[in-house]
């Protein structure tokens, strides 16, 4: 007798099955079918009806066999299931732990048993059976495979926080491959003896002839320690080719030998620098003449923030920065500026009109030189206008457009982002003057698919606009006025010369950026500030745009006594999250407490506007703070950098860049 239960329980396990739902469908389609036919054709309807009764009727008398045999299917598939269960957690390559809310072993399978050999580990604590585990435990549950270390072995980690458990695969052997890698991937790489020539020339023909074969033989002896493959192209130029795993051993000891190799020889009264230009690719093909050419520009780009150090770049990651720790001497000579100029005035002519921009909230280097680029632009009778934001313009700009006796007029060659946007057509050049990152830009939404001239005194960075036409960085000159104050030189048969308040701001901006001639002062800077003397410029009158009004005063002594000395010549000031200070104070600052005993680099962290956290860095030359700003995405120079972090509280900024100071302190006591 078939009981209702067991229809029930055969119907349970049948509608599990994924074929039930067409089973079904098939039996309402011939119901479906069997009354239409009983309209059309009662008779053919009642054999259809009959052949419905007939298959009820096996069906019933079979359940029990069907039943049996869904069992049957049943249990065969859920002993499959079991073995391969037991085969994943028992046979399987995949180490797997489980441990409870006390950190203690609860369960391991066999593969996680191998790891640990005969240790008997269930029920000890993770931490004390290897405290790598303590590490473990902060990889998120997210899962995705992690790379860790474990009883010197290699593996891939996945945690799931929600179930208390590791899970583990030996990639040892795919680990040690890729290692071995870096033997065959080619670094290539120039070194570039600096001031070669001018070193030699001074030097008799004995004296040349002995430092040439020291210097290249100290160099070769270096390459011979790390096996690389050294070749001179020229008097000072070499060229470098070894392998990855190399450059990581160089990368690690921050290629401590160039350092040294600098003391070596200014003690022996030969100031001699290197700069090198490396350049490798992770990727699996890869072209060595494409190689050669990065290589090319790291080196350029190495020379553009001011030589003594090295650049390395791999495929599309940012460029790595070694050394650099010694202020450029000055190299420009009036050829190169005529040259400069003379390319600015093709490029000019060419033109319809030229837009001059300066970096956001202008300092008055930056403003002067844009007004010195004006003048040029005149002179050429085209049209010419500078980019600002009236709304970021500091006390003493808004003190030195006051002095101009034709503030009108100047007014007119003045507008805003908006109005350059509708302006601005394919014929137009862009100058940028006193930076060269688009990101700090005025002109920043309008340098894309435009010409665009770069005349800087910051050192390079690795951002840059592509569309340059001309580039004119030297990290040499104190200031871009000086710059722009050596066209005016270099080119006396212009018609047009400066007028006093031209010639009164370009030396303000000298004066600033040299901190009234005491720092990165050369001597062609001495020769500008006396040539701009000559064409009136009135020092009473920057006195007087320099003042300052009490609360900047107060201010900045505000912010100097905040100062806290961190050790190792690091000295650092925070005003408050709330309050705003503009860049000049923080700047000043800055420059006060290197005042202070023991101090070699300051930096004042400041907010600059509501979602704007800004330090500014300055050294007395012993510490680079262009690269400590960089790691920060800033920039500047050796002794004065600075940069603006956005979203960002002024306690998170120091915390930053508190990581960055101890970080370098770490890697030069190795």
Known sequence: MISFEKIKE??????????????????????????????????????????????????????????KDLNHQSTKLSTTIDDVQHDSLFRSPIAAIIYDENLKIRWVNPAMQRIFGKQDILGESMIEVDNQFASFLDIPSDKKWHAVKLKDKHYKLMHQKENNSFYLIDVSKEYEIIENRKYDRVVFGYLLLEEY??????????????????????????????????????DDKFMLIFNQAVLETLEK??????????????????????????????????????????????????????????????????????GGKTNPSEKRTNVRSKLVYQALSNLIEQSDQVFISGHKTPDLDSMASAIGILNIVRQFKKVGKIIINPNELNQDIQSLLAYSPNRLELNKYMIDIKQAQSQITDRSLIVMVDHHRPSLSEAETILENHRIVIIDHHRRGED???????????????????????????????????????????????????????????????????????????????????????????????????????????????????????????????????????????????????????????????????????????????????????????????????????????????
């Open 10 to 67: 055969f119907f349970r396990s049948f509608n599990e099955l994924k074929i039930s739902w067409q089973i079904y469908s098939l039996m309402i389609f011939y119901i479906l079918i069997m009354i239409a036919t009983f309209v059309v054709n009662w008779q053919i309807g009642v054999l259809q009806f009959i052949l419905l009764l007939a298959m009820i009727l096996v069906f019933f008398i079979n359940i029990n066999s069907f039943a």
């Open 197 to 234: 020539d001018e070193i030699v020339q001074s030097m008799d023909d004995q004296q040349s002839t002995t430092f040439d074969a020291e210097i290249v033989n100290e160099l070769n002896n270096w390459a011979l320690s790390y096996n690389i493959f050294f070749k001179r192209l020229s």
């Open 464 to 670: 840059i606009p592509k569309q340059t036409e001309l580039t004119y960085i030297e990290p040499y000159a104190s200031s871009t006025a000086e710059l722009v104050t050596e066209f005016f030189i270099n080119n006396r048969l212009s018609n047009t010369n400066l007028n006093k308040f031209e010639a009164t701001a370009l030396l303000a901006g000298i004066i600033v950026d040299t901190n009234n001639f005491s720092q990165r002062v050369g001597s062609k800077t001495f020769d500008v500030a006396s040539y701009l003397k000559a064409r009136g410029a009135n020092t009473n009158q920057i006195n007087r745009i320099l003042k300052e009004d009490f609360d900047d005063i107060i201010a900045r002594n505000d912010l100097f006594a905040k100062t806290e000395y961190l050790g190792n010549g690091f000295a650092v000031s925070r005003g408050t999250n709330e309050e705003i200070i503009d860049n000049v104070t923080a700047a000043q600052t800055a420059d006060m407490i290197l005042d202070v005993n023991k101090v070699e680099a300051s930096f004042v962290i400041y907010r600059r506007s509501e979602n704007v956290v800004g330090i500014s860095a300055r050294s007395l030359g012993e510490v680079n703070v262009q690269t400590i700003m960089e790691q920060l995405d800033g920039g500047g120079h050796l002794s004065n950098a600075a940069t603006q972090l956005e979203d960002k509280t002024v306690e998170e900024v120091y915390d930053l860049l508190k990581s960055v100071l101890f970080l370098k302190e770490e890697e030069e006591s190795k």
């Open 253 to 322: 000891d921050n290629f401590r030998y160039f350092d040294q190799l600098r003391e070596r020889s200014f003690l022996n009264n030969v100031p001699i620098t290197v700069s090198i230009g490396i350049a490798s690719s992770l990727e699996n093909t890869y072209h060595i003449d494409d190689l050669a050419k990065q290589a090319q520009l790291n080196l350029d780009l190495a020379l553009g923030r001011g030589g003594d150090q090295i650049v390395v770049k791999v495929d599309e990651e940012r460029a790595r920065f070694y």
